[in-house]
């Protein structure tokens, strides 16, 4: 019974992971065509937190626990046919740095009340970016989502299997 709940969470994991990454891929290759307006900066900070004692993955930056890491968030305004909207990207391409350095100098770029190029989606005005083209963290989570949906695989053939010898106890299931 285990076997088909770990199979079952891989399956369904793996599906999350892919889809927010093929998503996340799509969307990047389609920004390239996407128009322009000019936008204003409404703030930019570098956020800083630390991952918990247990540790955790980041966009699958296996991390020390502890670790200390940084992560730098535009918030910006924008117009399109008269209509406000407001937009929040992260600069360091959606991947946490451990450099405070390295982040405050993508920040530097950004003063509130400076003009910036906004992108967006003709189709859905509210989806906005800042730099055209996916993140590195797509491919992460297209490559996750594939391990945990194999791993998943692996469980339905070893359940499949076991419901199908002959010699297997089924009693204890």
């Given at each position: 019974?285990?076997?088909?709940?770990?199979?079952?969470?891989?399956?369904?994991?793996?599906?999350?992971?892919?889809?927010?990454?093929?998503?996340?891929?799509?969307?990047?290759?389609?920004?390239?065509?996407?128009?322009?307006?000019?936008?204003?900066?409404?703030?930019?900070?570098?956020?800083?937190?630390?991952?918990?004692?247990?540790?955790?993955?980041?966009r699958l930056?296996?991390?020390?626990?502890?670790?200390?890491?940084?992560?730098?968030?535009?918030?910006?305004?924008?117009?399109?046919?008269?209509?406000?909207?407001?937009?929040?990207?992260?600069?360091?391409?959606?991947?946490?740095?451990?450099?405070?350095?390295?982040?405050?100098?993508?920040?530097?770029?950004?003063?509130?009340g400076d003009?910036?190029?906004?992108?967006?989606?003709?189709?859905?005005?509210?989806?906005?970016?800042?730099?055209?083209?996916?993140?590195?963290?797509?491919?992460?989570?297209?490559?996750?989502?594939?391990?945990?949906?194999?791993?998943?695989?692996?469980?339905?053939?070893?359940?499949?299997?076991?419901?199908?010898?002959?010699?297997?106890?089924?009693?204890?299931?």
């Amino acid at each position: 019974m285990r076997l088909l709940g770990f199979t079952l969470l891989g399956l369904i994991m793996g599906s999350v992971f892919l889809w927010m990454g093929v998503r996340d891929i799509l969307q990047g290759r389609s920004s390239k065509s996407w128009p322009g307006v000019e936008g204003v900066v409404r703030s930019c900070e570098v956020k800083q937190f630390q991952d918990s004692q247990t540790g955790r993955v980041g966009r699958l930056r296996f991390r020390t626990p502890g670790e200390i890491s940084h992560r730098a968030v535009v918030q910006f305004r924008y117009e399109i046919e008269d209509e406000n909207y407001y937009g929040k990207a992260t600069l360091n391409d959606g991947n946490d740095s451990p450099s405070m350095l390295e982040v405050m100098a993508l920040a530097d770029r950004y003063e509130p009340g400076d003009p910036i190029t906004v992108l967006y989606d003709p189709k859905n005005p509210e989806v906005s970016i800042l730099e055209v083209g996916q993140n590195s963290g797509a491919w992460s989570g297209v490559l996750f989502g594939l391990a945990l949906f194999g791993a998943g695989g692996v469980g339905v053939v070893l359940c499949w299997k076991r419901l199908n010898d002959d010699n297997y106890d089924h009693s204890g299931d």
